[in-house]
C-alpha cells in the first residue's frame, strides 16, 4: 500500500511510462498534422475559406441565422487578432463586445464574408457603449 495518491502515480509511472505522441500525417497527402486531426486543411471536407464564401451563400443554407453566423466568425477573427481586447470608448476591459462598424445588412448579397469581418470595419466596445452605437447615439 502506498501512503497516498503521489506515492502511487510516482511508483506506477516510473514502472509503466506513458506512452510518447508520434507525429501524425494526412491521411491523404501525408503532410503533418496536429493534435487529434486526421487531415490537413487542405484534404479536410468540413474546412471552410471565408474569404470564397460570400453572404448570399450563407444566407441560402439558414437565412434566420445568417447574420449570428457572421458575427461569430467575426469574433473569432477579432480574438486572434492583436488587436485592443478592450472598449475603443471607455476602455473596459473585463468584458467586450464585437461590433461592426459598418452593419452587416448594409452589405449586398454577393459581398465576401472576409470583406464584412475586416478587421477594419470591427471594433470592441463595451455592452453600454455597443448599445449606444447601435441606437445611433455613438459615432465613429
Given at each position: 500500500?502506498?501512503?497516498?495518491?503521489?506515492?502511487?502515480?510516482?511508483?506506477?509511472?516510473?514502472?509503466?511510462p506513458?506512452?510518447?505522441?508520434?507525429?501524425?500525417?494526412c491521411?491523404?497527402?501525408?503532410?503533418?498534422?496536429?493534435?487529434?486531426?486526421?487531415?490537413?486543411?487542405?484534404?479536410?471536407?468540413?474546412?471552410?475559406?471565408?474569404?470564397?464564401?460570400?453572404?448570399g451563400?450563407?444566407?441560402?443554407?439558414?437565412?434566420?441565422?445568417?447574420?449570428?453566423?457572421?458575427?461569430?466568425?467575426?469574433?473569432?477573427?477579432?480574438?486572434?487578432?492583436?488587436?485592443?481586447?478592450?472598449?475603443?470608448?471607455?476602455?473596459?476591459?473585463?468584458?467586450?463586445?464585437?461590433?461592426?462598424?459598418?452593419?452587416?445588412?448594409?452589405?449586398?448579397?454577393?459581398?465576401?464574408?472576409?470583406?464584412?469581418?475586416?478587421?477594419?470595419?470591427?471594433?470592441?466596445?463595451c455592452?453600454?457603449?455597443?448599445?449606444?452605437?447601435?441606437?445611433?447615439?455613438?459615432?465613429?
Open positions: 500500500m502506498f501512503c497516498n495518491r503521489s506515492c502511487a502515480a510516482s511508483f506506477n509511472n516510473k514502472k509503466v506513458k506512452k510518447r505522441k508520434q507525429q501524425k500525417y491521411k491523404h497527402c501525408d503532410v503533418p498534422v496536429f493534435g487529434r486531426r486526421t487531415t490537413c486543411n487542405n484534404c479536410n471536407p468540413s474546412y471552410v475559406d471565408w474569404t470564397k464564401v460570400t453572404l451563400d450563407v444566407k441560402q443554407k439558414a437565412s434566420f441565422q445568417y447574420s449570428a453566423r457572421v458575427r461569430q466568425l467575426a469574433r473569432k477573427l477579432y480574438l486572434r487578432s492583436n488587436k485592443l481586447q478592450e472598449c475603443l470608448i471607455c476602455g473596459y476591459d473585463k468584458h467586450f463586445e464585437v461590433c461592426h462598424k459598418r452593419a452587416i445588412n448594409d452589405f449586398t448579397d454577393d459581398t465576401f464574408i472576409a470583406e464584412v469581418n475586416d478587421l477594419d470595419n470591427l471594433v470592441a466596445l455592452p453600454n457603449h455597443h448599445w449606444e452605437y447601435d441606437h445611433h447615439h455613438l459615432t465613429f
